[in-house]
């Protein structure tokens, strides 16, 4: 039998006649794909015109001035987006820095189970036997890479990256699981975005847009609109949908009735204009699987939205996908997602078992809906608004299994006031040496008070001592101006919450 050989090694060279070895595709988006080089700081994008390389010397001289032309935008150092370090030489294309920890979100959606991964997967113990081995697959796949809470967190910042954009009128176009990038360990919840040719300042009359197949707002893809803020935002939605639940948008009953027919589902009638099932979805002519009005479409696979949606995320993709769908202006503001998917992260609880559940306050035992194993204890840290009634409005919670020898950062969001560039940043630590546990407040612009034992508010300059009765009994601190808010943090064993 004969030896298939290696393919040879593919180089480029940039403008200052620096030649860049391509290792391994690492994404391909709706015009170009991505190279890794063998520098890891580095990536290249070949950028694609009907799927193929641009060769045309015309159509690479104005590749080139298009992204000359991105250094005049109003671009700066703190939105996460590659720009392009040089042009390649005599070709269309262009030299980025790597993101170091970097993986694309694509790592994030649904992965297919192919013979030979079938061959080496091992089920974990908290799934049954009798959950089919392709669901089992998916799911041991969504727990290793963090769970529901993991996803909340990196989308949240995703979607402030893409409106750092928008606030000075640009649009990104390829909203895509190959063009964002997210922080690959744990901690860290970093976004990038790699695909800076396609930026644009919003042109209300632009006709064109750039697209990923899946992701492109149905208006971009029939052809009658350009790429709006509007058209970001539904690509956006549809990606951190899929993320969550490792369901497509539309994929629901009327798939499956298609599949068991065994028939062309092409319709005929004025609104699906013979096109397929799947083009259907794409121009917006199918419900929502979890629509409001209509459960034509209902879900038939994919994790039960109670499970990885809270109702204010729920909402917004009813609202985005139902009377937003075929209408842009009726699309919910991107500007709330970030403060709705940071809310459904502080609320999840992370499982051994990788995955996560949401608190439920109301309920007496807190207990993970995979495995059954229910924490111990937990933190439960809760602000709130004083009212002119004299009432207290909750304004935030933040929950987390209580751990020994684990230190704890609450963040800023916690004061209830949410600041796209700061909510993340730790506004007070509760730390522990060895048998005493201490509170201080790490943010330097913020006076924050402590109740004593008597009851008195007293300020909290330094490390404040807490005895472990106190954090059960429950902790009040209080934070002065601007945010005025009550702070309560509480260790509450779990059989008796």
Not at 222 to 236: F, H, I, N, P, Q
Request: glycine content about 6%; overall charge negative; some cysteine.
């Amino acid at each position: 039998m004969k030896q298939q050989k290696t393919p040879e090694p593919r180089w480029v060279k940039d403008q200052l006649s620096q030649r860049h070895k391509l290792t391994k595709k690492l994404g391909q988006g709706g015009q170009g794909i991505v190279y890794r080089t063998s520098d890891p700081e580095l990536l290249v994008k070949i950028p694609l015109k009907d799927n193929k390389e641009i060769t045309d010397k015309a159509e690479v001289k104005n590749f080139q001035e298009q992204l000359e032309r991105l250094y005049l935008l109003p671009l700066t150092e703190a939105m996460h987006i590659t720009k392009p370090l040089y042009l390649l030489e005599e070709q269309a294309g262009y030299v980025m820095q790597m993101m170091q920890d970097m993986q694309p979100i694509d790592e994030w959606l649904p992965k297919i189970l192919n013979k030979q991964v079938a061959k080496d997967f091992t089920r974990p113990a908290w799934l049954s036997d009798d959950v089919p081995l392709e669901a089992a697959y998916s799911l041991t796949m969504y727990a290793k890479s963090g769970g529901t809470k993991r996803r909340l967190e990196l989308l949240a910042q995703a979607t402030i990256e893409l409106l750092k954009l928008h606030s000075v009128g640009l649009v990104f176009m390829d909203v895509s699981p190959e063009n964002i990038f997210c922080s690959a360990m744990s901690g860290n919840n970093e976004a990038w975005m790699i695909d800076a040719d396609n930026l644009r300042f919003e042109a209300v009359g632009a006709k064109a847009g750039v697209l990923t197949p899946q992701y492109g707002a149905p208006e971009v893809i029939k052809g009658e609109s350009g790429a709006r803020v509007t058209s970001d935002a539904y690509s956006l939605a549809l990606l951190a949908f899929k993320v969550l639940t490792m369901s497509g948008t539309f994929d629901g009953q009327l798939f499956r009735d298609a599949q068991s027919d065994d028939e062309d589902w092409a319709t005929d009638d004025s609104e699906g204009g013979g096109l397929s099932l799947e083009l259907q979805a794409e121009h917006g002519l199918l419900p929502f699987i979890f629509d409001a009005e209509d459960n034509s479409n209902s879900r038939t696979n994919g994790l039960p939205h109670e499970l990885v949606l809270t109702p204010e995320l729920l909402t917004f993709f009813q609202q985005m996908f139902g009377l937003g769908r075929p209408k842009p202006w009726q699309r919910p503001s991107l500007h709330s997602l970030p403060r709705i998917l940071a809310s459904a992260a502080d609320n999840s609880i992370k499982c051994s078992c990788g995955m996560s559940f949401y608190y439920q306050p109301s309920v007496s035992e807190q207990s993970c809906p995979y495995c059954k194993q229910q924490p111990e204890q937990l933190l439960v840290v809760t602000s709130y608004f004083h009212t002119s009634d004299g009432s207290n409005k909750p304004a935030w919670t933040w929950v987390t299994p209580f751990v020994d020898g684990i230190d704890l950062r609450l963040p800023r969001r916690l004061s209830g006031c949410f600041d796209i560039d700061q909510h993340n940043a730790p506004m007070i630590e509760i730390n522990q040496v060895e048998q005493d546990w201490f509170i201080y407040v790490s943010a330097e612009d913020l006076r924050v008070d402590v109740a004593d034992n008597s009851g008195r508010f007293r300020q909290l300059t330094s490390q404040w001592l807490l005895e472990r009765q106190e954090l059960e009994a429950g902790v009040q601190l209080y934070l002065h101006a601007p945010c005025s808010v009550i702070i309560e943090i509480r260790v509450q064993k779990n059989n008796a919450i």
